[in-house]
């Protein structure tokens, strides 16, 4: 823990870093900036529109069973079986991942976390990647939830970019976390 409490002189302790260490704690950093405030916001914007999407899925069991019977004639239905609870547990899992993920950044990066920043600029990048691969497939429907969810990602990355945010990542120390 870079924080412990020790005599500041007085005789008093209070919450000082080690010496050293000019990392603030948050509650002396400030209050987030809006650029922070609304890419954490779209970043809950994107935690609900990933559980849409999940539900969505799981409507299309139906056209799913449907396209494997057509696609895999010679399957027998166990193995149809098969591949639709693969699909339907890969949704689920998948999405609470991802659903999990928004959320968990949306928190640290609130929090002035700079980590979070990068994190989610890499899951970000990620994201691109998979678009890219994926535009080509899957229903249109599908399509238009996941380029949704990529445009709330590029919001929230480019409001956490921003010069006052930053700011607030860096903390009053200049130090990043």
């Known amino acids: 823990m870079p924080y412990e409490s020790y005599p500041s002189g007085d005789g008093a302790g209070e ?25 954490v916001r779209l970043m809950y914007a994107g935690a609900a529109m990933n559980a849409i999407s999940v539900i969505l899925a799981l409507t299309s069991i139906g056209s799913v069973r449907s396209a494997l019977k057509a696609d895999k004639h010679h399957y027998t239905t166990s193995q149809i079986n098969g591949d639709v609870h693969l699909f339907v547990g890969t949704v689920i899992i998948g999405g609470l991942i991802g659903i999990g993920l928004w959320v968990w950044m949306a928190f640290m990066n609130k929090a002035g976390r700079n980590w979070a920043r990068v994190t989610g600029t890499v899951f970000f990048a990620i994201d691109t990647l998979a678009l890219a691969f994926s535009l080509g497939q899957g ?4 399509r238009i939830f996941t380029v949704i969810i990529w445009l709330i990602g590029l919001g929230a990355v480019i409001l956490l970019w921003r010069k006052e945010s930053t700011a607030f990542f860096k903390g009053q120390s200049g130090q990043w976390q």
């Open 15 to 39: 919450f000082r870093p080690f010496p050293g260490d000019s990392q603030l704690p948050d509650q002396q950093r400030g209050p987030a900036p809006k650029s922070v405030i609304n890419a």
């Open 139 to 142: 229903v249109a429907v599908s």
